[in-house]
């Protein structure tokens, strides 16, 4: 069966911490952001089918910039192809980083999420496994506070059977405190989840 959107070209653009270093030429952007090592880089690596596009590290705390990939969109069968960014911002949370670098990752994340007239959504990241801990907590309300869109996806659903995952998302939605929350499990080694991602940034990036 033909996939509605492929991703024919997906290429790394630029790292910034300022809004000058920026691309030059912006698109419309989904944003992807979640605790340290939530799966972030491989959930991405997985949505492009590029192996090594996003660094994975075992490392926690180890995107430190926010980082700009292009990626061009074919949608249902069409010969357009549609050029769309992905943002990959840094980890929040994670406890051995000096308390100034995360106050400045927060401060130039927080920027980019209320300066960027190109943001159409952003997918928070969560740990199916485990409840959304307090910074989760913060992540979502502030978001919702700012009135930006947000997609919760549950990273590593292959730690999972199907009825724990059902028990686990209906426990995340109840602490949340959203309870007919759409939430999106996500398995990178098999991209279970890829092509309803990938349904989501057909709907919100392509104009």
Not at 139 to 145: I, Y
């Amino acid at each position: 069966m033909q996939e509605s959107v492929v991703i024919t070209k997906a290429v790394y653009l630029a790292s910034a911490v300022r809004k000058d270093q920026y691309p030059e030429v912006r698109r419309p952007e989904v944003a992807f952001i979640g605790r340290s090592n939530v799966g972030k880089s491989s959930l991405i690596n997985s949505l492009t089918r590029i192996r090594r596009l996003a660094h994975v590290s075992s490392k926690p705390g180890k995107t430190q910039t926010i980082n700009f990939y292009e990626l061009l969109l074919r949608v249902d069968g069409g010969e357009e192809r549609h050029p769309v960014h992905l943002v990959d911002l840094p980890g929040y949370g994670y406890a051995k980083a000096a308390r100034d670098s995360r106050q400045t990752w927060a401060k130039f994340i927080e920027e980019y999420f209320l300066t960027s007239e190109h943001l159409r959504f952003v997918c928070l990241l969560l740990d199916i496994r485990h409840l959304p801990m307090a910074s989760d907590l913060r992540m979502f309300s502030w978001l919702v506070e700012k009135d930006i869109p947000v997609l919760v996806v549950a990273t590593k659903a292959d730690k999972l059977g199907k009825n724990a995952r059902r028990t686990q998302i209906a426990a995340m939605r109840r602490a949340l405190g959203v309870p007919e929350l759409t939430i999106l499990p996500y398995a990178s080694p098999k991209s279970e989840g890829r092509s309803e991602l990938l349904d989501v940034m057909k709907d919100n990036l392509i104009e």
